[in-house]
């Protein structure tokens, strides 16, 4: 099914065509797996215009404030192909199933990723006994991770238990806790270090000047607040356990980096080279930003009861936190 998708560059100064349409289409949930390859391809194909004219080449210059259109061949609604993957299925009944995502598994099927969602895969997992919810398309899906962040998960099996869970993530009544590993410096008077706890209460927008991300805005942005307390001092990085009282898009990284100390691994949000090398590399190697969502609490949409699950940190992650922490037993004892 073709779909077209229009996007405003807001940038100041000129920009690549295809490099613009990366970015702004990552901005979108079911479009982040579109490759610059596959935008190429739709660029040579006669398929994007720029302020109403085709363009041929991915690296024709587009102007601030043009007006881009593409059109893209996505999954048809409703038609959602199985994908065997081996799910971690922490609770499942005829209203709900909790799912431990780990990280590099999407949400939701996508121009650049069909068949190969946890959605896919909870189709998948159905098998011949569909849950009611597989002909409600994407709207099974209560709240989302990142791809790349690990961590619980919960996905409504009835529009029923849809709408009451949505409830609970408007009221607010649903408790969701991280683990974030963030940039820290040895003799640094950074806010995770200067207290054990804190509140960031900073309204998001889009980035003024690089719309396809997020940022703290003074105007016009939606009020965001993360309650983070310390559990670990590292040296070169602080283990916190953060709460997001609100549902933003990247939130914890953006209020992360907005105090100082960005999520370690981030390839988006924040600056970390002032790592010692070794680190920097572990952290690149990492892949992903390290942030696990270990614990999720929320009332069961039939009987009320309240509900909590967890999730332990992957094996990867607590190499990384392991190694931090050799570095950081190290440090203290030279000082």
Same mark, same amino acid.
């Given at each position: 099914m073709e779909r077209s998708f229009e996007f405003r560059y807001e940038g100041a100064t000129a920009c690549r065509l295809d490099l613009f349409l990366v970015n702004a289409l990552a901005a979108e949930p079911e479009l982040t797996e579109v490759t610059r390859s596959q935008i190429k391809q739709r660029i040579e194909g006669g398929s994007v215009l720029v302020e109403g004219r085709v363009i041929l080449?991915?690296?024709h210059a587009i102007k601030p404030?043009?007006?881009?259109?593409?059109?893209?061949?996505?999954?048809?609604?409703?038609?959602i192909e199985p994908y065997d993957y081996p799910l971690k299925i922490?609770?499942?009944?005829?209203?709900?199933?909790?799912?431990?995502k780990p990280a590099g598994l999407s949400m939701h099927p996508g121009a650049g990723n069909p068949n190969r969602s946890l959605l896919n895969a909870l189709i998948g997992h159905f =098998?011949? /006994? +569909?849950?009611?919810?597989?002909?409600?398309?994407r709207l099974g899906i209560v709240h989302r991770l990142d791809k790349d962040t690990?961590?619980?998960?919960?996905?409504a099996k009835t529009p029923m238990a849809l709408a009451k869970l949505s409830a609970q993530f408007t009221d607010r009544s649903v408790l969701k806790a991280y683990l974030a590993l963030v940039y820290t410096t040895p003799r640094g008077r950074r806010a995770v270090q200067i207290t054990d706890h804190g509140r960031v209460d900073a309204p998001l927008g889009r980035h003024p000047g690089r719309r396809t991300l997020m940022a703290v805005v003074e105007h016009g942005g939606r009020p965001a607040v993360t309650?983070?307390?310390?559990?670990?001092?590292? =040296?070169? /990085? +602080?283990?916190?356990?953060?709460?997001?009282?609100?549902?933003?898009?990247?939130?914890?990284r953006v209020h992360m980096n907005y105090i100082g100390s960005p999520i370690l691994g981030d390839p988006v949000y924040g600056n970390y080279s002032g790592l010692p090398k070794p680190l920097f590399e572990a952290c690149r190697a990492f892949g992903r930003q390290a942030l696990h969502a270990a614990r999720l609490e929320f009332n069961h949409p039939s009987s009320g009861v309240r509900l909590s699950?967890?999730?332990?940190?992957?094996?990867?992650?607590?190499?990384?936190?392991?190694?931090?922490?050799?570095w950081g037993k190290g440090l203290y004892e030279r000082i």
């Open positions: 080449k991915a690296g404030g043009n007006l881009v259109q593409v059109v893209l061949n996505l999954p048809p609604s409703g038609e922490l609770f499942e009944d005829k209203e709900i199933v909790v799912v431990d =098998g011949g /006994a +569909a849950a009611e919810f597989e002909e409600q398309g690990s961590g619980v998960v919960v996905v309650d983070w307390r310390r559990l670990e001092e590292l =040296g070169h /990085a +602080a283990l916190l356990e953060v709460t997001p009282r609100t549902g933003r898009t990247h939130q914890i699950f967890e999730s332990p940190l992957p094996e990867a992650y607590k190499a990384l936190l392991n190694l931090f922490r050799s």
